[in-house]
């Protein structure tokens, strides 16, 4: 498609050009006719595709995915019946820190203080509810009904997402999106975003804080945290592991943002779901450097860490509080790491403990032929399948626990959502990340009960042409569910479904489908995906015993359910 004339560029036109300057160059979307004449516009940008999706929720999830992979993610909706659709997405994304742009087509501009009834609307002659909504969810939201401050407002807004690493929320009023303004005439100054700075007093004094603190103890260790990303601080960390001969361990949600192959890591810190001998060394130190760490109910295992704050060093994206009593502002997580680096002694003691107290974890007990297969035997399949070319997305329920036990190598991608924990979310986020990441092949696991949520999206990864391997672990229900309180309403009903994606193929696109209910199956299953159905979805259906759950499981939805349960306060 030819560029557009520079005096006929319009206001879709211009946003188009600024997701595509981002980094942009798919969006997710459902049509409805409030933003018809935007997607008409988007579409005639040649660097910019769109990609159709069943509905709002996943549009969401995807551009929630396609922001994992390439750090950026957008999707385009229709007003209110749309906007309230993609809402729950966009509040995790907002949850994760992933900048996701949400462009909703809005009403005619000269609506506005009308006192009109709109459709799509809830039938009040007021109709700034999903604006009202948006602002609980987004660090910015504009309503462009004039384009003499569109371009003003649509830069804002972008900024925003790209500097908060948070969703924001644009509304383009439908009447408006395809008409010309002289703003639009020029291409967009390229992005020259304010970057954050340290204040270098508070900087140096949190430096000499911390590393007197550290310097300090006898076995001090590392702890890192799903903030590192947003914070732009991976390399930092790595470089602070290097430096310090600490052992290193992260938390759930910090996977994937630290080297699994470093000399000095252990493990995950997840207190008594935690990997082998970690807990025991990260809460026997007497120092403890959590970086971007988030204490949430579900990351502590019920409020259960044995964690104590007089001996924490906690990093944040933009604070620093030392041994629990020292705080210091406008002080950069990247910036702090990497000067932090040169002022650390090395200190390996606590990973010589680790050392001397580690037994390497045992093995499955091996498959007797024909024996129903265990889902210990499956991931066990899975961790053979992981190369710097594959990414792993963890749908919440079990395949969180069996998930967290693989090994990553390095430059493996491993996402999941544990901070908003919203079933369902990985079908779209599949779309997304194997959207944005042509270069890696999704492995995406999930359960049963989460993918009767968002399956007809899977229909749009073939549609697109993605190759993941999806193993659907049938097991009759929600078993994370289950583990914390279980009832009638954690039954599921039975669906076939690997005959519903055969539906979705529907004899268009690469896709194959497979059941599996022993070892020999699965093995046969997992070559062909990775031989003769290589560039093809390959969609495997894995029947488990309803039972059949990790350790891990057993114990943190005990803990997670007495939290959950505990007595009101005396009033």
């Known amino acids: 498609m030819a560029p557009v004339d520079a005096h006929k560029r319009t206001l879709g036109h211009h946003i188009a050009s600024r997701l595509v300057e981002i980094g942009c160059s798919e969006f997710f979307t459902v049509p409805g006719d409030f933003n018809l004449v935007l997607l008409d516009q988007l579409l005639q940008e040649p660097k910019l595709r769109m990609i159709n999706t069943c509905n709002e929720l996943n549009a969401g999830y995807a551009a929630d995915g396609y922001a994992r992979a390439k750090g950026v993610g957008c999707c385009a909706v229709t007003f209110t019946v749309g906007g309230l659709s993609v809402i729950n997405a966009i509040a995790g994304a907002y949850s994760e820190n992933l900048p996701v742009i949400c462009l909703v087509g809005g009403v005619n501009s000269n609506d506005y203080g009308t006192k009109r009834i709109l459709h799509h609307t809830i039938g009040l002659p007021d109709f700034g509810q999903e604006l009202q909504c948006f602002q609980q969810v987004t660090c910015a939201q504009v309503v462009i009904s004039n384009l003499d401050s569109a371009q003003e407002q649509i830069d804002y807004a972008i900024s925003q997402a790209l500097l908060l690493s948070k969703p924001v929320y644009i509304s383009v009023c439908c009447n408006l ?290 190759n993941p391997i999806i193993f659907l672990i049938n097991n009759d229900g929600y078993t994370i569910e289950v583990e914390i309180h279980d009832g009638p309403y954690n039954n599921i009903k039975r669906w076939n479904y690997a005959a519903l994606i055969n539906a979705f193929h529907n004899g268009e696109g690469k896709c194959w489908t497979t059941q599996v209910k022993t070892e020999e199956d699965l093995t046969e299953a997992i070559s062909t995906a990775l031989g003769e159905k290589h560039e093809s979805l390959c969609f495997i259906e894995v029947f488990i015993h309803r039972d059949d759950c990790s350790k891990e499981l057993l114990e943190w939805g005990s803990r997670v359910a007495a939290a959950n349960s505990r007595p009101p306060n005396p009033q």
């Not at 911390?210 to 991976?234: D, I, Q, Y």
């Not at 944040?316 to 702090?336: I, S, W």
Request: glycine share 8%.
């Open 177 to 466: 999106a395809g008409l010309p303004h002289p703003s639009f005439a020029l291409s967009p100054v390229p992005y020259a975003l304010q970057k954050k700075a340290s204040n270098k007093q508070s900087l140096e004094a949190a430096i000499d804080a911390a590393a007197a603190f550290l310097n300090g103890a006898a076995k001090p260790v590392l702890v890192a945290g799903p903030k590192l990303r947003c914070s732009g601080a991976e390399q930092a960390f790595a470089e602070l592991m290097d430096a310090c001969d600490y052992p290193v361990s992260m938390m759930p949600d910090g996977k994937g943002k630290v080297s699994e192959s470093h000399p000095h890591f252990i493990g995950t810190y997840w207190g008594n779901v935690s990997s082998p001998y970690c807990s025991e060394i990260v809460e026997s130190a007497d120092a403890y450097l959590f970086a971007g760490a988030i204490f949430n109910d579900y990351s502590s295992v019920g409020y259960s860490l044995l964690i104590k704050p007089e001996k924490v060093v906690r990093v944040e994206t933009d604070r620093v509080t030392v041994g629990g009593y020292a705080t210091f502002g406008c002080v950069l997580m990247k910036d702090f790491l990497a000067a932090l680096s040169a002022k650390l002694n090395k200190n390996p003691t606590a990973f010589d403990n680790y050392r001397r107290m580690f037994i390497p974890p045992g093995v499955p007990q091996p498959s007797e032929a024909g024996e129903p297969l265990r889902t210990n035997i499956l991931f066990q399949h899975v961790q053979k399948l992981l190369t710097p070319d594959t990414a792993v997305i963890a749908e919440t329920g079990d395949s969180w626990f069996n998930c967290q036990k693989l090994k990553l190598p390095d430059g493996c991608g491993y996402e999941f959502q544990m901070q908003y924990g919203s079933i369902g979310w990985s079908v779209g986020a599949t779309l997304g990340y194997a959207i944005g990441a042509k270069d890696k092949r999704v492995i995406a696991c999930i359960g049963d009960g989460s993918f009767q949520v968002t399956a007809q999206d899977v229909s749009s990864m073939i549609r697109y042409g993605t």
